[in-house]
Every structure is written in structure tokens, then in C-alpha cells.
């Protein structure tokens, strides 16, 4: 079986408050793109997992995707399977690849065995494996709250638009994007500001992160600025970073102003 993982967006990204248990409630809408991986399940006699394309971080044993192969396994009798991943989106980078490639592995595995799991089920085993993995099961605009794994449903069309991504390769861990964010709860809530007009959220809708990454990384700024002098309607950080991305009402030609980056572009859906 073969099944694309596709990246997401954040648009907004509020840190509220820090839990007991050491994680941060957020709210942000998520919102899918069609920069995808490729990955390969096969029922196989043993176990296996192969990667091409950008290189992943940490071992075998570590990989999401084999994780939530075990943890479905360990409640079901499927046979083993190799997985083959061709790793496209970038890693560390804001767009949720990683938990996206492991809610994929769910629903493909699902699939591939007919074990009929309900969708709840398959966001009980996605949030096992990471905060965000459990917005790729039903894969569509969600407002997102708590951990970033409870959601609900929003009413936000970008059909059509146009939207362009630029990664300038920085790896921003968590420990850096969190260190010295202060959590506070917005006096408006996202769901209504995402109601005004696109070209308004720019004085509206923030990422948090933005406020201490910028700061040190001053490039990552320049880039979201760059976007807005080309014509975006909207331009932001996704995630903790780095990847930056700009909404336009059409289609735009990027490639030079870019051309030291990874970049993709692309029609919202």
C-alpha cells in the first residue's frame, strides 16, 4: 500500500498556559498542504524499515512510524510488513512531517489489515505518538487546543489560494522555541479572529514562537518580511519553526527571491 503524508500549517499559535504534566495548552488552527512523503507498507515474513530521501535523525527502534506499527500490533494480530519511507518534508521544521508519516502509518495499516479501527481508536493510537499526530487522521482544518491533540471544528475555507513555503534549513528544537515564552490566554479567541478578512490577520494572528526565534534567528524574520513585500496577504512561522509561509490571492513567481532555500509552493484546498 502506498499513501502520501502531507505537512500542515499553523495559522495562529497561542501558548496559553504550562500543564502540570510539563507540556504547554495551545490553540492554533491546523491546516493541511499537499507538500507530501511517500510511504510504502507490505505485509512481509519479517519486519523492516527503509528510508531514502532526506536523511532522519535516531534509529529504527525510535522512528514513529515503527512505533505506531507496535502499538497497533500489540492489540491486533497483523502479520509483519516493511515499510519503505521517501522522506521529502523537512524535519525540525514546523510542518508536523514527522507525526504525519505516523498518523499515515495508522490509517495505512488499518487499512492494509481490515482491522475496521473507528476513527476515534485511531486518534487514541495517534496520541500516543506526539501531540500533533492525531490532526492527520482526519487530515482537515481543526482548530486545536490542549496539547494540540483536541479539536474541534472550524469554519475556514482557503480554497483556492495560493501559498508558498520557504525553509531556510534551521533546525529549532523545542527546548530553544520554548525558552523564554511567557503562556498567556488571548483576548480574543483564534476561531473568531480567523473569521476577519485574510489580508487583516496580519495585525491580528501571531505565533508566539515568532517572538523569541526571530530574535535570535534574524534571517527566519527577513523571510516571513520578504513574503509580505512580494504580496502575501498573510505571512507567518508555522509551528516552532523554521519554515515560513505566505497566503496569496494568486498565484506568484518565487524562485529567485528564494533561490538559496528549500521552497515549495502550491493551491490550497
Not at 106 to 131: C, T
Request: with cysteine; hydrophobic share 40%; proline share 5%.
Amino acid at each position: 500500500m502506498l499513501t502520501f503524508p502531507n505537512a500542515k500549517i499553523n495559522i495562529g499559535l497561542h501558548i496559553v498556559s504550562k500543564r502540570s504534566d510539563g507540556f504547554h495548552n495551545i490553540e492554533s488552527c491546523f491546516y493541511p498542504i499537499d507538500w507530501t512523503d511517500a510511504l510504502e507498507i507490505v505485509p512481509a515474513y519479517d519486519f523492516s524499515f527503509q528510508s531514502s530521501g532526506l536523511p532522519i535523525p535516531g534509529s529504527q527502534q525510535d522512528n514513529l512510524c515503527k512505533k505506531a506499527y507496535d502499538l497497533i500490533s500489540a492489540d491486533h494480530t497483523i502479520s509483519q510488513v516493511e515499510m519503505h519511507l521517501l522522506k521529502s518534508i523537512p524535519i525540525g521544521a514546523g510542518l508536523g512531517g514527522g507525526s504525519a508519516d505516523a498518523a499515515f502509518t495508522i490509517k495505512a495499516i488499518n487499512e492494509l489489515f481490515d482491522l475496521k479501527m473507528s476513527i476515534s481508536e485511531q486518534l487514541n493510537y495517534a496520541r500516543q505518538l506526539g501531540s500533533d499526530c492525531a490532526f492527520f487522521i482526519e487530515n482537515k482544518p481543526l482548530y486545536c487546543f490542549n496539547k494540540g491533540d483536541e479539536f474541534e471544528p472550524i469554519h475556514l475555507n482557503l480554497e483556492g489560494k495560493f501559498i508558498y513555503l520557504v525553509n531556510p534549513g534551521l533546525h529549532i528544537s523545542t527546548q530553544e522555541a520554548y525558552a523564554g515564552i511567557v503562556p498567556r490566554s488571548s483576548s480574543t479567541d483564534l476561531r473568531t479572529l480567523l473569521e476577519k478578512p485574510i489580508a487583516d490577520w496580519k495585525n491580528h494572528i501571531f505565533n508566539h514562537f515568532e517572538e523569541t526565534i526571530f530574535p535570535q534567528h534574524p534571517a527566519i524574520a527577513n523571510l516571513k518580511q520578504e513574503l509580505y513585500t512580494q504580496g502575501a496577504l498573510y505571512a507567518s512561522m508555522t509551528g516552532t519553526g523554521s519554515t515560513v509561509y505566505g497566503i496569496f490571492s494568486e498565484e506568484v513567481e518565487l524562485s529567485q527571491q528564494f533561490k538559496s532555500f528549500k521552497t515549495w509552493k502550491g493551491i490550497l484546498k
